[in-house]
């Protein structure tokens, strides 16, 4: 049963095939067989699963209405608060943190009737491209346990991939979902800013970050996105818009459809496998009927940069809460509260967030404020028109979503500006608040996982979904599955 997709085990739910504690029973099963050797999960409380999984049941059985996930088993990465559970953001500075209230979209998965399998790994507060910065343990790529998952949401990538869970929650500041989605050979979603509720994540780059989800198929994609999206009048950013009816549509062609293709995403640094198989992905779009255009983004150039001035900043100012006061790790030997501070911050944190904390905190520092932060907001308006100029001639924007394939644990572990380039197809997205999907195109001859991104316009997750289903339909990488 774990090894169907979403709607396949809904179905099995509706029709009596299967009960909700029997199929989250063989996840907790998956996951006490696998997860000693992928590290996947932080917190999985099975007890707590398995009750959640006989509360629908019962309410099954008792006639009751029943939400759009009932009884379907749904990891949440673990930078999402869930009340009275731990969200340690794979952070030692929240290592003992349980949140008094759940997030926004915990709160739909719960509406939904979901069973909140547990808490995913991640790179710590969200700060990476490898989830080798968690505190607590590196997650593995379930196609190769030498090489790492991607990041920061590598454990709900890995999760979904190994068929630990079905769906999976994930955030993206700069990639974060689209990026392991690729490398772990499944479906990630990064929406629109403002089209998911950000209430009850835990800061990074509060101007970048979302929230999505992970998937086996487009269509479970837009399963989980049509629960989570909507307005939420606790973050004031949150869109008040109506969601469309994603699954209702998924299935239906975009027809005429225009493909644009930015040539600086085929640039020096980019794996000849990778090139290969998005480019081959390019003539299925052609036999589908659609116009193949060649499209600008040259601002893209100064994403990178653009976006660690912009993340960390935000990052700095983020973080200062952290300070040993109110919650969070606190130094246990200090001299008095500005040690106590320094302490506290200097033991919490990891090196890549304390890195990141640095750069910010430079960047808006007196007299470098100008050169450096404000210029950055400069460039992200320029990046910003360049996607407006594409997407007047063409629906969606294609390219790879990672340069290369998945790379051993601890390959660039000694290398940040070679690990932040690992975003460098990805991050232009999050600057310029548009919706991207990676879904999967192709594999290395090594067996690796190779995905493709498709970018469209702010709030046309539906648009993006159907074109994304066209290609999924008309191949078979989306039903691979990793050796267990």
């Given at each position: 049963?774990?090894?169907?997709?979403?709607?396949?085990?809904?179905?099995?739910?509706?029709?009596?095939?299967?009960?909700?504690?029997?199929?989250?029973?063989?996840?907790?099963?998956?996951?006490?067989?696998?997860?000693?050797?992928?590290?996947?999960?932080?917190?999985?409380d099975e007890t707590t699963v398995l009750e959640q999984a006989r509360s629908v049941d019962a309410k099954r059985q008792r006639g009751e209405p029943l939400g759009a996930l009932a009884g379907l088993p749904v990891a949440i990465k673990d930078v999402l608060c869930t009340a009275g559970r731990p969200t340690t953001c794979g952070s030692k500075m929240l290592q003992?943190?349980?949140?008094?209230?759940?997030?926004?979209?915990?709160?739909?998965?719960?509406?939904?009737?979901?069973?909140?399998?547990?808490?995913?790994?991640?790179?710590?507060?969200?700060?990476?491209?490898?989830?080798?910065?968690?505190?607590?343990?590196?997650?593995?790529?379930?196609?190769?346990?030498?090489?790492?998952?991607?990041?920061?949401?590598?454990?709900?990538?890995?999760?979904?991939?190994?068929?630990?869970?079905?769906?999976?929650?994930?955030?993206?500041?700069?990639?974060?979902?689209?990026?392991?989605?690729?490398?772990?050979?499944?479906?990630?979603?990064?929406?629109?800013?403002?089209?998911?509720?950000?209430?009850?994540?835990?800061?990074?780059?509060?101007?970048?970050?979302?929230?999505?989800?992970?998937?086996?198929?487009?269509?479970?994609?837009?399963?989980?996105?049509?629960?989570?999206?909507?307005?939420?009048?606790?973050?004031?950013?949150?869109?008040?818009?109506?969601?469309?009816?994603?699954?209702?549509?998924?299935?239906?062609?975009?027809?005429?459809?225009?493909?644009?293709?930015?040539?600086?995403?085929?640039?020096?640094?980019?794996?000849?496998?990778?090139?290969?198989?998005?480019?081959?992905?390019?003539?299925?779009?052609?036999?589908?009927?659609?116009?193949?255009?060649?499209?600008?983004?040259?601002?893209?150039?100064?994403?990178?940069?653009?976006?660690?001035?912009?993340?960390?900043?935000?990052?700095?100012?983020?973080?200062?809460?952290?300070?040993?006061?109110?919650?969070?790790?606190?130094?246990?030997?200090?001299?008095?509260?500005?040690?106590?501070?320094?302490?506290?911050?200097?033991?919490?944190?990891?090196?890549?967030?304390?890195?990141?904390?640095?750069?910010?905190?430079?960047?808006?520092?007196?007299?470098?404020?100008?050169?450096?932060?404000?210029?950055?907001?400069?460039?992200?308006?320029?990046?910003?028109?360049?996607?407006?100029?594409?997407?007047?001639?063409?629906?969606?924007?294609?390219?790879?979503?990672?340069?290369?394939?998945?790379?051993?644990?601890?390959?660039?572990?000694?290398?940040?500006?070679?690990?932040?380039?690992?975003?460098?197809?990805?991050?232009?997205?999050?600057?310029?608040?548009?919706?991207?999907?990676?879904?999967?195109?192709?594999?290395?001859?090594?067996?690796?996982?190779?995905?493709?991104?498709?970018?469209?316009?702010?709030?046309?997750?539906?648009?993006?979904?159907?074109?994304?289903?066209?290609?999924?339909?008309?191949?078979?990488?989306?039903?691979?599955?990793?050796?267990?």
């Amino acid at each position: 049963m774990i090894h169907l997709t979403a709607h396949e085990q809904l179905a099995a739910l509706r029709t009596g095939a299967t009960t909700a504690e029997a199929l989250a029973q063989q996840h907790l099963d998956a996951i006490r067989r696998l997860e000693p050797k992928l590290q996947a999960f932080l917190h999985v409380d099975e007890t707590t699963v398995l009750e959640q999984a006989r509360s629908v049941d019962a309410k099954r059985q008792r006639g009751e209405p029943l939400g759009a996930l009932a009884g379907l088993p749904v990891a949440i990465k673990d930078v999402l608060c869930t009340a009275g559970r731990p969200t340690t953001c794979g952070s030692k500075m929240l290592q003992h943190f349980k949140p008094p209230y759940d997030a926004h979209v915990v709160e739909r998965l719960r509406q939904a009737d979901a069973v909140l399998l547990g808490k995913t790994n991640l790179d710590e507060f969200a700060m990476g491209s490898s989830t080798e910065n968690s505190a607590y343990q590196v997650t593995r790529n379930p196609w190769d346990l030498e090489r790492i998952p991607g990041g920061s949401s590598g454990g709900s990538a890995a999760a979904v991939a190994a068929c630990e869970a079905p769906l999976a929650l994930g955030t993206d500041t700069g990639g974060s979902i689209r990026q392991p989605a690729a490398l772990c050979g499944v479906v990630g979603l990064k929406p629109t800013y403002g089209r998911v509720s950000r209430f009850g994540l835990v800061a990074y780059g509060s101007s970048l970050d979302q929230i999505g989800p992970f998937a086996r198929t487009v269509a479970d994609a837009a399963l989980l996105l049509e629960v989570i999206a909507g307005h939420d009048r606790r973050d004031t950013t949150c869109v008040e818009r109506p969601v469309p009816a994603y699954t209702q549509t998924v299935e239906q062609p975009v027809a005429p459809l225009t493909v644009g293709v930015a040539q600086e995403h085929f640039a020096a640094g980019l794996d000849a496998e990778v090139e290969q198989s998005v480019r081959e992905a390019l003539k299925v779009y052609q036999q589908l009927g659609a116009t193949i255009k060649d499209v600008s983004l040259p601002h893209s150039q100064y994403a990178v940069a653009t976006y660690y001035l912009v993340a960390t900043a935000e990052a700095s100012s983020n973080l200062a809460r952290y300070d040993g006061v109110h919650y969070g790790h606190r130094a246990a030997k200090f001299d008095n509260l500005i040690d106590m501070y320094c302490k506290s911050r200097g033991e919490g944190f990891g090196a890549e967030v304390k890195r990141r904390i640095m750069l910010g905190t430079y960047a808006l520092s007196s007299g470098y404020y100008d050169a450096y932060y404000l210029k950055a907001l400069k460039v992200r308006r320029l990046i910003k028109d360049d996607f407006d100029r594409a997407f007047a001639g063409c629906d969606v924007v294609l390219g790879p979503t990672s340069p290369t394939p998945a790379f051993k644990i601890g390959e660039k572990a000694d290398d940040p500006l070679t690990m932040y380039l690992s975003d460098i197809y990805t991050i232009g997205g999050n600057l310029a608040g548009i919706t991207g999907i990676s879904i999967p195109c192709g594999f290395t001859r090594s067996g690796l996982p190779i995905g493709m991104q498709l970018q469209a316009p702010p709030f046309e997750e539906e648009k993006l979904l159907r074109v994304a289903r066209m290609y999924e339909r008309a191949t078979d990488w989306h039903t691979r599955r990793p050796l267990p």
